[in-house]
């Protein structure tokens, strides 16, 4: 059954810091995270991994934890297996300083993931949300995102993760597509490689949101 229930960041950010000092001391944020079995990544795994890798109070965190609960409803709406919550606690985690590399959040945070042990099923969805392969074109990182992380076989799950995402505000809150929209384009300028991707990839974005929504008002 899915977890429905998000616990306080409080007690997120205080069980999580007890446990890495009694063992380790504390480390810095954004400090990898080295483990010999696979991590479980499911929903409440999802959100204790968000408090290692983000300060408090940023908007990376905020927005990555609004679109989890974006995620949530919308997996219990429409029946979606809970890998649609995890992806959307965990889709921009390749902003973390431990996962940044190419400056692809899509490449870097599904090759983080990866390194932690997530299956394929989870690593793919992330690599391709909210049209990556139009940013990774910018970058000409497109053949390498292709290689290393084939597109979703459930395209669907895409669909809906990309829809979270682009219906949540950089502080998490629930929103239009025409906020979120603005919203980006107010914090890249024109010329920036992501206001271009996103101008590019908008129309597409739009119809996807749309299409969604219509099938969530027939719930």
Known sequence: MMQTTTP???ALFTGRRAARRAAHGAPAYGEPVHRTAARDLGPQGA???????FEPSTDRLAHSLGVGRRAEHVARALGR????????YLHDIGYAAAARDTGLHQLDGARYLRRLGAPDELTSLVAHHTSALVEAGERHLDTRLRGEFPPPSDTDLLDLLTYCDMTTSATGRPVDVDERLECIYDRYAPGHLVSRSIHRAEPQLRRLVSA???RLRGR
């Open 47 to 53: 959100r204790e991994l968000l408090a290692e890798v």
């Open 81 to 88: 297996p809970e890998l649609l919550v995890s992806a959307a």
């Open 8 to 10: 306080t960041l409080t």
């Open 212 to 214: 969604v929504e219509e």
